[in-house]
């Protein structure tokens, strides 16, 4: 995907946070690309927890993960 180019506008906490992360260096493009992939990182990761919270309290669902756990043990068994 080519790279499109945003404005946007900074208020002084933002402003600061920008600045701590070009401390190193850093163009304030990376930064902002850096800081935005990393946000949608920890999101992906916070709707996996929720989706295998839910899962785990979906009786049916311990249920049947049970079952598919023993049944792999007893194949395993056979062998």
Do not use: C, K, N
């Amino acid at each position: 995907m080519p790279e499109r180019a945003i404005s946007l506008r900074l208020d002084d906490d933002a402003s600061r946070a920008l600045s701590l992360l070009m401390q190193d260096g850093t163009s304030r493009s990376e930064a902002i690309r850096g800081a935005v992939v990393e946000t949608a990182g920890r999101r992906m990761y916070e709707l996996a927890a929720a989706d295998a919270a839910r899962i785990a309290a979906d009786e049916g669902d311990r249920r049947e993960v049970s079952e598919v756990q023993a049944l792999m043990e007893a194949l395993s068994e056979e062998r």
